[in-house]
């Protein structure tokens, strides 16, 4: 019996939520998972740029930017699957969509420079078609649980201002257990 719980399961901190006594459920969203995909270039083929690009944000994610590795590898992603349930395996046929994107900034990309490489699932708390929402981060004040902090939704915005989360999720636990602890 623990005093304070965080739930920062990630793409289970709603089915774990669901599961506390006393957690009144219209506290607890519905997990949506977003499958993003990755390509990179194949090992011929170098890019014409040297820094991150950020295209134009598009429903439920960034948009299909470049990013560089440590070892200058440039690879593209993520694109937005709406799944079920998390998978982890890469679809080849996402290629093209992927081309589309990436010549809107790099016309010159050859045809077969990209290759499949990677995929992640992030955690929503809203579906397809919904207008996105950031993370949710919930205390006792917020569901009148004592000792109880969830997160939910924590994906890339969330990544980037874990500093900031831990500074919250830190206040929250000092301002329930008070001074003398």
């Known amino acids: 019996m623990a005093r304070t719980v965080v ?11 669901a599961r506390i006594k006393g957690l009144p459920r219209e506290h607890v969203p519905t997990a ?29 994610g ?30 080849p046929s996402r290629a093209e969509k992927f081309y589309d994107s990436i010549r809107r900034y790099w016309p010159g990309l050859p045809d077969g420079a990209l290759q499949p490489d990677y995929a992640g699932v992030r955690p929503k708390i809203v579906g397809p078609g919904q207008p996105a929402a950031d993370f949710v981060i919930e205390g006792p004040r917020q569901h009148g649980c004592p000792g109880l902090i969830n997160l939910f939704g924590i994906e890339s915005p969330g990544l ?3 500093l900031a989360i831990r500074d919250t999720v830190a206040a929250m636990v000092q301002d329930e257990s008070g001074p003398e602890r």
């Open 160 to 162: 980037t201002a874990a």
């Open 62 to 91: 960034l948009g299909i930017h470049a990013t560089i590795d440590l070892g200058g590898q440039v690879r593209f992603g993520p694109d937005v699957e709406w799944v079920e349930r998390p998978t982890y395996e890469v679809d």
């Open 32 to 60: 949506y998972f977003a499958k993003g995909h990755y390509f990179r270039l194949s090992g011929g083929v170098r890019a014409p740029f040297r820094h991150l690009i950020y295209p134009i944000p598009e429903q439920a």
């Open 7 to 17: 739930n920062a399961a990630g793409l289970s901190a709603p089915a774990v939520a």
